[in-house]
């Protein structure tokens, strides 16, 4: 619903739909006009609410640092807003491949994902933490192996009595 921003554009909205009177139904009949309604005054509104309507800004603005984090504590996220500015800064303003429109979404789907990343929630994928775990286990056995192999070497070396060769 528009709403009138100065007393001057609610005055001139009560001045023109003072001569206008609409009859409201319910359903998907929306509103019927009574008869009696002049529609150049109608048409008189539809032009004015027209003009009086935000124009939407087609190109993007980035944000400074201070609006992120009046946004983030508005919203009550917890995320770093200066990580926030720096990541999208290095890549241009950019989701994907496609430039940003909305920087404020943007917030609200990096608050999303840190709250999954805090929760181990990595749709499947091996965070570093556990390629590290993974990465010391391995090499844990590898060593546990290798000093088998060794000492059953040097149990071999000193059966055969041979004190020349060394492995």
Not at 46 to 54: A, C, M, T
């Amino acid at each position: 619903m528009l709403q009138a921003k100065t007393e001057e554009q609610k005055d001139k909205v009560e001045d023109i739909l003072s001569s206008v009177e609409l009859w409201e139904l319910d359903g998907d009949n929306g509103i019927f006009i009574n008869d009696s309604v002049s529609f150049d005054k109608l048409a008189e509104l539809i032009d004015y609410l027209r003009s009086v309507q935000p124009k939407k800004s087609e190109r993007f603005v980035k944000p400074t640092i201070d609006e992120i984090k009046a946004h983030i504590l508005e919203k009550g996220y917890t995320f770093d807003a200066e990580a926030f500015y720096a990541f999208y800064e290095s890549n241009g303003w950019k989701v994907g491949k496609n430039p940003m429109k909305n920087w404020k979404m943007a917030c609200t789907t990096w608050a999303k994902n840190r709250k999954n990343n805090n929760n181990n929630v990595n749709y499947g994928r091996e965070t570093i933490t556990e390629k590290i775990r993974r990465s010391v286990e391995e090499s844990n056995i590898f060593s546990q192996q290798l000093a088998e192999r060794i000492g059953s070497q040097q149990q071999a070396d000193v059966c055969d009595g041979d004190d020349d060769e060394v492995w």
